[in-house]
């Protein structure tokens, strides 16, 4: 191991794990929030079964502008709300508010265009055996679409990454922010380098796994 690297062992290991948590977040939010808006946004659509051009109109709306949103400026733009949720603007925890709002926004937008390539027979085909909102979503909608759902989330997940490198702004360390203050602020630009490439293993892992896990449930 370069010497570099075990003089800040301690450090980039912290590092490593302020990543994994604000991302971890991340994705929690995405999940449990994202998922739900995106089919929302896909079901309340014109000729779709729940449509509600009011419901629609009013949250493409809102995805759209928070994903218009520079995310600098989205991570200042929310330090209010970020000190009201977490008491605090500053620090890891508070970094996880900007992100998880970014990453709901984001996946939402990934799972209504997965569920748009849905064949519009299979939604037919529920609604003749007369199959509720909830299981045409849950047992029709998700099952089809479930490898796509899992890739939108890999490529959603590589952005969680890359936006929580921003995250230094604020005080959320990560890799990205350990890369800036100790590799090229003190220019240390193999201390960076090294920064790099376990950012660019992370990145291709998960999208290794995530690719993986897509064609394994990918039964066409």
């Known amino acids: 191991m ?3 690297l075990v003089q800040y062992e301690a450090e980039i ?11 971890g977040a991340s994705i ?7 998922l739900p808006i995106g089919t929302l946004l896909f079901m309340t659509q014109k000729h779709k079964p729940l449509e509600q051009p009011i419901v629609y109109h ?9 994903r218009s949103f520079p995310f600098l400026l989205l991570v200042v733009f929310c ?3 970020t000190r009201l949720i977490v008491g605090t603007a500053i620090g890891t925890t508070a970094a996880i508010v900007p992100l998880a709002i970014i990453a709901i926004a984001h996946y939402a ?6 569920l748009l390539d849905v064949p519009p027979g299979i939604i037919e085909a529920a609604q003749a055996m007369g199959a509720s909102t909830y299981e045409l979503t849950t047992k029709f909608l998700f099952v089809e679409a ?8 890999t490529t959603s997940i590589v952005s969680f990454i890359s936006y929580s490198t921003i995250m230094g702004v604020v005080g959320g360390g990560g890799i990205g922010d350990f890369a800036i203050r100790y590799g090229y602020q003190q220019f240390k630009t193999d201390l960076m380098l090294y920064m790099i490439i376990i950012m660019i293993v992370l990145v291709q892992a998960i999208q ?3 690719t993986f896990i897509a064609r394994s449930l990918d039964k066409r």
């Open 2 to 4: 370069p010497d570099v």
């Open 13 to 23: 290991l912290r590092a490593i794990l302020e990543t994994l948590y604000m991302v």
């Open 28 to 34: 929690a939010a995405a999940v449990i929030v994202g």
């Open 58 to 66: 009013a949250l493409n709306f809102v995805v759209n502008v928070v």
């Open 79 to 81: 330090i209010p709300l």
């Open 109 to 114: 937008r990934l799972v209504e265009q997965s």
């Open 146 to 153: 479930r490898s796509t759902l899992i890739l939108s989330l």
């Open 208 to 210: 290794l796994l995530g």
